[in-house]
């Protein structure tokens, strides 16, 4: 069985290699659950058959301190 971790290390990859291609942004999103407004860590791609940047989101911040909101694994 794979951990939590182990089942995100390819996008963990994929991030990386978009960050050493300065392929990457910021984006402010709504997240659909709850409304709440958050920052979200995209992979930024331009297609050239659209002419149109295309957006894959691969992570969030945590609004709040993470501190108060996680639990340390044991």
Known sequence: MKT??????ENFNTLTDA????????????EKLTGEKI??????????????YEFTPFAKFFNGN???LLEPPE
């Open 66 to 68: 993470p501190y108060e």
């Open 19 to 30: 960050f050493n291609n300065n392929e990457v942004c910021l984006m402010e999103c709504i």
């Open 4 to 9: 939590v971790v182990q089942n995100h290390s």
């Open 39 to 52: 920052a979200v860590i995209c992979g930024v791609w331009f297609n050239p058959k659209s002419n149109e």
